[in-house]
């Protein structure tokens, strides 16, 4: 019987949610395709997790090493290839994740499998994968075909598929690790965070995101001012924190905060899904922007198809004046 | 390769960049192939992965000494991306063509990519972390491995050590780790790593002067089979608009009856 792999993503004791979200997906595909679902744990001292996921999957493929203990692209590459070539898996789902993209494309070159990133949907037509992604930054999407081959790997990107928890009683094997030599190419050194600021975001009723629509500094003091009227905070997307413009503890999205306000009002923002997963959840949502195609408008449950700028001062003199104050 | 150490040492880094049309501001057409998009009428420029990578290139040159070669798969409009890499530092430029190159993922780019570096003397190859148009975060990392050395990915800093780079790579949520990786190695460089500088036309003017090297697939070992869509893992069979799971309901009008109407939606939801 072939077997469908999910490698599980854990960080500092943690099972990351996206290793759920592809055993849910791994699952419908093993059923579809007749394998087993196998969730493939590495680390040190990982039995915990190993229990966890044994209510997820069929299997459960444990190898436990010290030089596992911190993710290692280098060892969970060689751990990875060994336990790929023994039991020649259908398909090897990954995490499109930092850890995910580190260790996916080298270890697919590696075995010479064909890898398909970033997917958004999955499933098999006979023996063919079929995959979805997107381009160009989310305004379309791609179905294709991966290059046919007796094993595939993919990254599936972060919240494309739902968590279920089947309660299943799976069987945990623990396999001993492959790694004899030392790791020489890479070592983890530590975990860092970037030190706290001054506003948290996520404690803020009313956010007013900004993106690279908003197009200079010198419109800065023009939004903080609409912030101010709400009696919110500014937030924003990645670029404006790469430029400088904020801090990075007011970047939402994937790689930085997860906001859930009142109210979102996003400006200039297109709505790449890695700013998108950061503030769907938002109780009320208005998006502003010029482009009537921007990805934002199918998370916003209002929007404004027009040039921020003129919006801005009206919007403020407005919330002022409901408010019963001239600003 | 044999270790280093730091002081002894110029750095030749090699900086992979690709010309890729501006679309988030851009209406996006799909073209009569419907595998694909409509290309004309956009503006293209260098990656904004690739944009802070040749930056970061330039600025540890000019820190440690060394070379920066900006190198690009691409058509002759792909010209403009490495002249603004010679006008912002970079030594040298490569262009690698070959109609057979249409249709490559970044598996293939990465075999394209290998075959005309694996030549060329460096201690560093940066990549972006991913190109904003096809977004496959995969020719770095499969450089890497085609090239037997190590990588890192998302990389927000870099500083070196004998015969390391001591680097910051991005994970979720704002956390970082710190990795240490052996050199040569390839890094992929996220965004917001530095400011990239901005450059005159009179930089970029000067640099119209300087060579363009121009490599076709019969100048590197690989053959038809490697490149373009036969060489690749990905082969495109449709492209269509994202469906909407759930549309917006649009404000219209005036600017201010717009802002009248936005009052009205919060202030209906007690948020004033
Ligand atoms: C690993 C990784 C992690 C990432 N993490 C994050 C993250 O945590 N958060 C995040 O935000 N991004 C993140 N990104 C980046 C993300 O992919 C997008 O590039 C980014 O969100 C785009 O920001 P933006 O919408 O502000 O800019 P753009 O995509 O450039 O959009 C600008 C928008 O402004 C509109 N506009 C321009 N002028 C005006 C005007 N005058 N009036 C109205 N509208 C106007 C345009 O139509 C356009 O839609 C990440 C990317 C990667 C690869
Ligand atoms: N055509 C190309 N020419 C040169 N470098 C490229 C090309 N395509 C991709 N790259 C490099 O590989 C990185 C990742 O691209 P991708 O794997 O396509 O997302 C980019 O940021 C570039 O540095």
Same mark, same amino acid.
């Given at each position: 019987?072939?077997?469908?792999?999910?490698?599980?993503?854990?960080?500092?004791?943690?099972?990351?949610?996206?290793?759920?979200?592809? #055993?849910?997906?791994? *699952?419908?595909?093993?059923?579809?395709?007749?394998?087993?679902?196998?969730?493939?744990?590495?680390?040190?001292?990982?039995?915990?997790?190993?229990?966890?996921?044994?209510?997820?999957?069929? !299997?459960?493929?444990?190898?436990?090493?010290?030089? #596992?203990?911190?993710?290692?692209?280098?060892?969970?590459?060689?751990?990875?290839?060994?336990?790929?070539?023994?039991?020649?898996? #259908?398909?090897?789902?990954?995490?499109?994740?930092?850890?995910?993209?580190?260790?996916?494309?080298?270890?697919?070159?590696?075995?010479?499998?064909?890898?398909?990133?970033?997917?958004?949907?999955?499933?098999?037509?006979?023996?063919?994968?079929?995959?979805?992604?997107?381009?160009?930054?989310?305004?379309?999407?791609?179905?294709?075909?991966?290059?046919?081959?007796?094993?595939?790997?993919?990254?599936?990107?972060?919240?494309?598929?739902?968590?279920?928890?089947?309660?299943?009683?799976?069987?945990?094997?623990?396999?001993?690790?492959?790694?004899?030599?030392?790791?020489?190419?890479? *070592?983890?050194? !530590?975990?860092?965070?970037?030190?706290?600021?001054?506003?948290?975001?996520?404690?803020?009723?009313?956010?007013?995101?900004?993106?690279?629509?908003?197009?200079?500094?010198?419109?800065?003091?023009?939004?903080?001012?609409?912030?101010?009227?709400?009696?919110?905070?500014?937030?924003?997307?990645?670029?404006?924190?790469? !430029?400088?413009? #904020?801090?990075?503890?007011?970047?939402?999205?994937?790689?930085?905060?997860?906001?859930?306000?009142?109210?979102?009002?996003?400006?200039?923002?297109?709505?790449?899904?890695?700013?998108?997963?950061?503030? !769907?959840?938002?109780?009320?949502?208005?998006?502003?922007?010029?482009?009537?195609?921007?990805?934002?408008?199918?998370?916003?449950?209002?929007?404004?198809?027009?040039?921020?700028?003129?919006?801005?001062?009206?919007?403020?003199?407005?919330?002022?004046?409901?408010?019963? *104050?001239?600003? | 390769? +044999?270790?280093?150490?730091?002081?002894?040492?110029?750095?030749?880094?090699?900086?992979?960049?690709?010309?890729?049309?501006?679309?988030?501001?851009?209406?996006? +057409?799909?073209?009569?192939?419907?595998?694909?998009?409509?290309?004309?009428?956009?503006?293209?420029?260098?990656?904004?992965? @690739?944009?802070?990578?040749?930056?970061?290139?330039?600025?540890? +040159?000019?820190?440690?000494?060394?070379?920066?070669?900006?190198?690009?798969?691409?058509?002759?409009?792909? &010209?403009?991306?490495?002249?603004?890499?010679?006008?912002?530092?970079? @030594?040298?430029?490569?262009?690698?063509?070959?109609?057979?190159?249409?249709? %490559?993922?970044? $598996?293939?780019?990465?075999?394209?990519?290998?075959?005309?570096?694996?030549?060329?003397?460096? @201690?560093?190859?940066?990549?972006?972390?991913?190109?904003?148009?096809?977004? $496959?975060?995969?020719?770095?990392?499969?450089?890497?491995?085609?090239?037997?050395?190590?990588?890192?990915?998302?990389?927000? /800093?870099?500083?070196?050590?004998?015969?390391?780079?001591?680097? &910051?790579?991005?994970?979720?949520?704002?956390?970082?780790?710190?990795?240490?990786? +052996?050199?040569? =190695?390839?890094?992929?460089?996220?965004?917001?790593? &530095?400011?990239?500088?901005?450059?005159?036309?009179?930089?970029?003017?000067?640099?119209?002067?300087?060579?363009? /090297?121009?490599?076709?697939?019969? @100048?590197?070992?690989? %053959?038809? &089979?490697?490149?373009?869509?036969?060489?690749?893992?990905?082969?495109?069979?449709?492209?269509?608009?994202?469906?909407?799971? /759930?549309?917006?309901?649009?404000?219209?009008?005036?600017?201010?009856?717009? =802002?009248?109407?936005?009052?009205?939606?919060?202030?209906?939801?007690?948020?004033?």
């Amino acid at each position: 019987m072939t077997e469908i792999f999910v490698l599980a993503e854990h960080r500092q004791g943690q099972i990351r949610d996206i290793t759920f979200e592809m #055993l849910t997906k791994g *699952r419908e595909l093993a059923e579809k395709t007749n394998s087993d679902l196998t969730a493939v744990l590495l680390g040190k001292e990982v039995k915990e997790q190993a229990e966890t996921l044994s209510e997820y999957a069929k !299997k459960v493929l444990l190898v436990e090493d010290a030089k #596992l203990e911190n993710f290692n692209s280098e060892a969970y590459h060689k751990v990875l290839s060994s336990l790929i070539n023994e039991h020649k898996p #259908l398909l090897t789902m990954i995490g499109h994740t930092s850890f995910g993209v580190d260790l996916a494309p080298s270890l697919a070159a590696a075995l010479k499998l064909p890898l398909a990133t970033d997917c958004i949907e999955l499933e098999f037509e006979g023996e063919t994968l079929v995959i979805t992604r997107q381009m160009y930054g989310g305004k379309v999407n791609v179905k294709a075909t991966v290059h046919k081959a007796e094993n595939y790997i993919v990254t599936v990107r972060q919240a494309a598929f739902p968590a279920q928890k089947p309660a299943l009683n799976g069987e945990i094997t623990e396999t001993p690790s492959p790694l004899s030599e030392e790791i020489t190419g890479k *070592r983890f050194i !530590k975990y860092v965070l970037p030190p706290p600021g001054g506003v948290d975001i996520t404690a803020a009723d009313v956010l007013v995101g900004i993106g690279r629509g908003i197009k200079d500094e010198s419109n800065m003091p023009m939004v903080e001012e609409l912030a101010n009227a709400f009696g919110g905070v500014l937030a924003c997307s990645r670029p404006i924190v790469d !430029k400088g413009w #904020l801090p990075t503890d007011r970047q939402v999205g994937t790689s930085g905060k997860t906001v859930k306000p009142k109210l979102y009002i996003a400006l200039g923002i297109s709505g790449a899904f890695q700013h998108v997963l950061g503030m !769907k959840n938002s109780d009320l949502i208005i998006a502003v922007n010029k482009d009537s195609n921007a990805p934002i408008f199918s998370f916003a449950d209002y929007g404004v198809v027009e040039d921020l700028f003129k919006i801005v001062s009206p919007l403020k003199s407005k919330i002022y004046e409901l408010k019963g *104050r001239k600003t | 390769m +044999k270790a280093w150490r730091l002081e002894e040492k110029d750095l030749d880094i090699i900086v992979c960049v690709k010309h890729v049309p501006e679309t988030a501001e851009a209406e996006i +057409k799909i073209d009569a192939s419907g595998r694909a998009i409509e290309k004309t009428g956009l503006v293209f420029d260098i990656n904004e992965w @690739d944009d802070y990578a040749l930056e970061e290139a330039v600025r540890i +040159k000019e820190k440690h000494g060394g070379t920066v070669t900006a190198i690009t798969v691409g058509s002759d409009d792909a &010209n403009s991306t490495l002249r603004k890499c010679l006008a912002r530092g970079a @030594d040298k430029a490569v262009r690698l063509t070959d109609v057979k190159f249409e249709g %490559s993922d970044g $598996y293939a780019i990465a075999k394209i990519l290998h075959s005309a570096i694996k030549g060329l003397p460096c @201690d560093l190859i940066l990549t972006g972390a991913l190109a904003g148009d096809d977004g $496959y975060t995969m020719a770095g990392p499969i450089l890497a491995e085609m090239l037997e050395i190590p990588h890192a990915t998302m990389i927000k /800093k870099i500083e070196f050590g004998d015969g390391v780079a001591k680097v &910051n790579r991005e994970l979720e949520g704002g956390l970082e780790e710190i990795v240490e990786v +052996k050199l040569p =190695a390839v890094l992929t460089v996220q965004t917001g790593i &530095n400011e990239p500088r901005y450059v005159s036309i009179l930089g970029i003017r000067k640099a119209m002067k300087k060579e363009i /090297k121009i490599l076709g697939l019969a @100048d590197l070992d690989l %053959s038809e &089979n490697d490149v373009g869509e036969a060489g690749s893992w990905i082969k495109i069979e449709k492209m269509f608009v994202p469906p909407v799971e /759930k549309q917006a309901e649009f404000i219209k009008g005036t600017p201010e009856e717009i =802002a009248t109407k936005i009052g009205e939606i919060i202030k209906s939801r007690g948020l004033i």
